[in-house]
């Protein structure tokens, strides 16, 4: 219906001058962007009252972002979990992959440690929510990895590359997470664990997705050497020193 259509381009311009993106959003003052944010909430909010259920989810998703970009996390974080209770989305690869990266997202503006540290935790491995499943990054990369690499068509392709953002996402939460703890012990196991993870990843697919992959893989390598206190190595120099 028209009325729908014209609040779905109302809340998606409220969005960009909320983000200060695009050439609208960049002449916002950040100062006034907050408002902006919250008029996109409830022209999303009217969507979804007027949404069928097959809508439901993508809406759950625009308003979950758009409650962690207010920062309001944990609204965004039930918002998610919202998201994988319906019957579809539980099950998309898509909409699972959008749901880790948000959680991530909501995890870093989160003001509460230890409440930070719980959603990296699920960001990173996943869990069960009140209705369904969260995957994370782990769960999703253990999930796709046999289609990724059976074969080489275009869904294979496309699988390969998500495979190999949520490993290098993996460990990042991993990292963001030590980040946040508070208990040394479990920030150092963190961070062998994130380290280990990338160089588990060298020795089963030495090129890790290409160039561009390989590049993010060896830069958060350093960064996590850095939190460790080692030399710098590169994933695959890693896999080797740990493997003698």
Do not use: M, N
């Amino acid at each position: 219906p028209a009325p729908l259509l014209a609040t779905g381009w109302a809340a998606a311009v409220l969005e960009e001058l909320g983000r200060g993106s695009g050439p609208l959003g960049s002449r916002v003052p950040p100062a006034k962007r907050r408002d902006f944010l919250s008029r996109a909430a409830v022209a999303t909010e009217r969507q979804l009252a007027a949404a069928d259920q097959s809508r439901r989810p993508a809406l759950w998703l625009r308003l979950a972002s758009l409650r962690t970009a207010a920062g309001r996390p944990r609204e965004a974080v039930a918002l998610l979990e919202q998201v994988v209770s319906d019957s579809q989305a539980g099950r998309s690869v898509l909409s699972q992959r959008e749901v880790a990266r948000q959680l991530e997202e909501a995890a870093g503006s989160e003001s509460d440690r230890a409440a930070a540290c719980q959603l990296f935790r699920a960001a990173a491995i996943g869990r069960q929510a009140a209705a369904g499943a969260i995957w994370g990054w782990g769960g999703l990369a253990g999930r796709i990895s046999k289609r990724a690499f059976g074969d080489d068509d275009d869904e294979a392709l496309r699988l390969r590359e998500l495979y190999f953002e949520a490993r290098l996402r993996l460990a990042a939460c991993r990292l963001a997470w030590a980040d946040r703890e508070a208990d040394a012990a479990t920030r150092r196991k963190l961070l062998r664990q994130a380290a280990a993870e990338l160089a588990i990843e060298a020795r089963l697919h030495p090129e890790l997705g290409g160039p561009e992959y390989r590049q993010r893989f060896a830069e958060l390598r350093r960064a996590i050497d850095r939190e460790r206190d080692l030399p710098a190595t590169s994933p695959a120099e890693a896999e080797e020193a740990e493997g003698r």
